[in-house]
């Protein structure tokens, strides 16, 4: 089996070891940058011949032309592919959206992934990447919804480049004090607290609509390592989560539709 997520920044895929749990150990895996799909020809080749291949694709057609060509060199024309898509319902996961199709596959692959990890728990699901979106999986299994913000390099490349009399953030890493004494840091240490307090914002928010239910949070994304000690997540406990959505496609293909 081999698992795909396309994401409008990297590339990573893994082969799941027979016998594991989705929890995520793999046999292989890897990641690169998106401009550099057409490499893993290569690299895919050398894994011999493989079973279902299952992609989530969030970074449009010419991503999925070029990950489609790649595949068929890789494996032939034969080869298998599910292209993920959100559906009203899949791997005991129930999608509420008030239209299923237009949920991001990313999301609800990270959902999937979520519940399987944490069944039958009220979860947060947090997945900072180029955006952050912070969704609500609930304990009966239903994904409640969401919200979508800017990612952390996003939000300060943003701040940089409208703004005239600010300098440009070439890379984001947190400042010393949360009060910094020079711009640049400033920009971070904003951006950092206006990451923290949505999250924060959507576990008080699903306290309140299911008050006395105990709560987890999930952490993922590439930025999400840089924002769990800026995190106050109060009686709910922190899981950092590597690489949810491939962990979420596991589940899909296993589980069945």
């Not at 129930?94 to 399987?116: E, H, V, W």
């Not at 997945?127 to 969704?135: E, L, N």
Request: one cysteine or more; a negative charge.
């Amino acid at each position: 089996m081999l698992l795909i997520d396309a994401g409008n920044t990297r590339i990573k895929w893994a082969v799941p070891a027979p016998g594991l749990p989705e929890s995520g150990r793999w046999l292989q895996h890897g990641a690169l940058a998106r401009g550099e799909a057409e490499q893993l020809a290569q690299v895919w080749a050398a894994l011999g011949p493989v079973g279902p291949v299952c992609v989530s694709n969030v970074a449009g057609p010419a991503l999925r032309d070029t990950l489609d060509k790649v595949l068929k060199q890789a494996f032939g024309a034969d080869v298998a592919i599910e292209w993920f898509a959100s559906t009203p319902e899949r791997a005991g996961l129930r999608n509420a959206y008030r239209n299923p199709g237009q949920l991001g596959c990313d999301r609800f692959a990270a959902a999937i992934g979520a519940r399987s990890l944490f069944p039958g728990e009220e979860l947060v699901v947090a997945t900072c990447g180029t955006a952050t979106t912070i969704d609500a999986v609930s304990a009966e299994g239903v994904f409640e919804g969401g919200m979508i913000l800017p990612g952390l390099g996003t939000m300060a490349t943003s701040l940089a480049l409208s703004t005239a009399q600010l300098p440009q953030i070439d890379g984001v890493a947190p400042p010393e004090q949360a009060f910094a004494d020079n711009t640049v840091d400033a920009i971070v240490s904003g951006c950092i607290a206006a990451q923290a307090g949505a999250i924060e914002h959507a576990l008080a928010e699903r306290r309140r609509v299911r008050p006395g239910r105990p709560l987890r949070c999930l952490l993922a994304g590439g930025a999400g390592l840089l924002l769990a000690p800026h995190l106050d997540t109060g009686d709910a406990p922190l899981e950092k989560v590597d690489n949810l959505v491939l962990i979420g496609l596991h589940a899909a293909v296993t589980h069945g539709r």
